[in-house]
Antibody, heavy 119, light 106 residues
Framework: QVQLRESGPGLLKPSQTLSLTCNVSGGSISSSGYYWSWIRQHPGRGLEWIGYIYHSGSTFYNPSLKSRAIIAVDLSKNQASLRLSSVTVADTAVYYC???????????WGQGTMVIVSS | SYALTQPPSMSVAPGQTARISCGGNNIGSKSVHWYQQRPGQAPVLVVSDDSDRPSGIPERFSGANSGNTATLTISSVEAGDEADYFCQVWDSHSALFGGGTKLTVL
């Protein structure tokens, strides 16, 4: 049973770069057919997909983030990562990593990590 | 751009049936997935590909999808089913979520 755990700084100032890590345990991030997504949830709001990566390095992003997001994998550490540049208070949210096959359901989610952007 | 519409809230008495809708243009041509999110917890997949139940999800949870509406049905509702429910599809390589429905068990 794959388990995901997100980690990263909980507090940022506007204009800084957010960096989060998703640690994968109980399975390999190189598993064939599985894609690793980042999804966020603004306080009291719905879910917003940020993007996904395959272990080959291929990525796809939500166009609404206007190229601020970069998702990467570190096969040696069995981790995925998210970098979000030029953050604003609107980026305050709980950030989740999730696993699933391409254009299918998100089968496994991490517990999420809260990120607050405040001056 | 494609959009999914869910009722913001609904309430049901214990033992009754809850039907949560997810509307979208010709959504019947897409695969719809449903997630349950209890307060303070991460979402959990309860129905995939319109009507498949992942391992460990009770048979009380079922799904259907046709035309412009997908529906998550929860039969014999229990207090523990009180949660937010989100539908999700893929459109042009992007994952889209409905706004969520807060289910209250009376």
């Amino acid at each position: 049973q794959v388990q995901l755990r997100e980690s990263g700084p909980g507090l940022l100032k506007p204009s800084q770069t957010l960096s989060l890590t998703c640690n994968v345990s109980g399975g390999s991030i190189s598993s064939s057919g599985y894609y690793w997504s980042w999804i966020r949830q603004h306080p009291g709001r719905g879910l917003e997909w940020i993007g996904y990566i395959y272990h080959s390095g291929s990525t796809f992003y939500n166009p609404s983030l206007k190229s601020r997001a970069i998702i990467a994998v570190d096969l040696s550490k069995n981790q995925a990562s998210l970098r979000l540049s030029s953050v604003t208070v609107a980026d305050t949210a709980v950030y989740y990593c999730a696993e699933g096959t391409l254009v299918s359901a998100f089968e496994t989610w991490g517990q999420g990590t809260m990120v607050i952007v405040s001056s | 751009s494609y959009a999914l519409t869910q009722p913001p809230s609904m309430s049901v008495a214990p033992g009754q049936t809850a039907r949560i809708s997810c509307g979208g243009n010709n959504i019947g041509s897409k695969s719809v997935h449903w997630y349950q999110q209890r307060p303070g917890q991460a979402p959990v997949l309860v129905v995939s590909d319109d009507s498949d139940r992942p391992s460990g999800i009770p048979e009380r949870f079922s799904g259907a999808n046709s035309g412009n509406t997908a529906t998550l049905t929860i039969s014999s509702v229990e207090a523990g089913d009180e949660a937010d429910y989100f539908c999700q599809v893929w459109d042009s390589h992007s994952a889209l979520f409905g706004g969520g429905t807060k289910l209250t068990v009376l």
